[in-house]
């Protein structure tokens, strides 16, 4: 009952939010400039139309086939992006007329002054939106890091991982991506590739087909799943399931050894940070995942959020691999992220533990990214040696 009172005090709050601010649109975008009655009366409900398909985007992944979905999701989700780049612009030109004042907002004709206001503002929006789309809906760029770990063996300098994350299958991304994701992944001819999270948003009832191009992924040592919040959502026991029977091998808090001739590392994983919460058996658990193993032995460990890496650096990871962050998907929304998650996207490293964070493959919400692209990880893992470690600092 508690989890179910926090979880209706939210939605009512960021509902609140959400209706305000369509009102607040309408008032600085139609009422403010004076727009003709019919006009006002179109644009009122194209914004309030819109603002509702938000509402029901949600409703529409979970319950509906994605072709289906995908006609509330796809305007919704377009619409998210532009409102948010609306509100930023909107927000910019509050601050700027509060600083100006009487000489900004046009004394004489404020109606004019708004329209002005209201065409900039729509002008800044829909420019911003415009790039973002472009690049949201760019193939994955390939983003290499080599990484020196002071464990690893060097027998196994050179070795490859494919990592990629928050790909997020559904009524936006389908089996087309996937196939084509799979087909990159493929080229780089990897060691072992890694799917650090967030699968889908859906259902495996209506998802299955589209993920099913991921059965053809390739690797010398296997490929390795750790849940992301995205596939707690969408419900994740049937999805370990279903990953299991495309070839995936999930790793729940648990680590198994890559062998290559004499030389070995670790390979862990551990649930999402927060699937505690959705019921026993689940959730993050680095300690259990790292009992009873070799100190001397390399690990490398697959957590979905970035945060997780305070509780591995401790117990003396190697490197981690995470997503969860997007990198920020959508500038500036990026420093926001900043103040809920320390590591947002590329190289960090406490004295000998690294984490690297991925900017993921695919994108949520708004199909939209700007300043900080899609990606495919290939992470080159090299033996320690004098010169400093690769890598970009995130």
Known sequence: MRKIAIFSAFAVLVLSVWVGGHIYMVQRLVRDPGLPGGFAWLA??????????????????????PRRARLVVLPASVWIGFAFFLAVSLGASELLFGLLGAAATGTRDPQSAAAARAALVTLAALTAGGMALV????????????????RWPRALDGFRIVQISDIHIGALL???????VTERVNALAPDLIVVTGDLVDG????????????????????????????????????????VRGLGMRPLRNERVEIRVGDSAFDLAGVDDHRGYLFGPGHGEDVARAFAGRDPGRAIVLLAHDPSTFKAAAPLGVDLQLSGHTHGGQIWPFGYLVRLAIKYVAGHYRENEAQLLVSRGTGFWGPPMRLGSPSEIGEIVLRAPRAASSGGTDG
Do not use: M, Q
Not at 46 to 57: E, F, N, P
Not at 135 to 150: K, V, W
């Open 44 to 65: 009122t409900a194209v914004i309030a139309v819109l603002g509702t398909l938000v509402v029901l985007a949600p409703l529409a992944e979970r319950y509906l086939p």
């Open 135 to 150: 690049g949201g809906l760019r193939p994955p760029r390939y983003a290499r890091t080599e990484i020196h770990l002071e």
């Open 174 to 180: 389908d089996r087309r991506f996937a196939r084509e």
């Open 203 to 242: 259902t495996v009832k209506h998802l299955a087909e589209e993920v099913a191009p991921f059965r053809d992924l390739r690797a010398t040592h296997g490929t390795f799943f750790v849940t992301g919040n995205h596939d707690y959502y969408s419900g994740a026991d049937p999805w370990l399931e279903a």
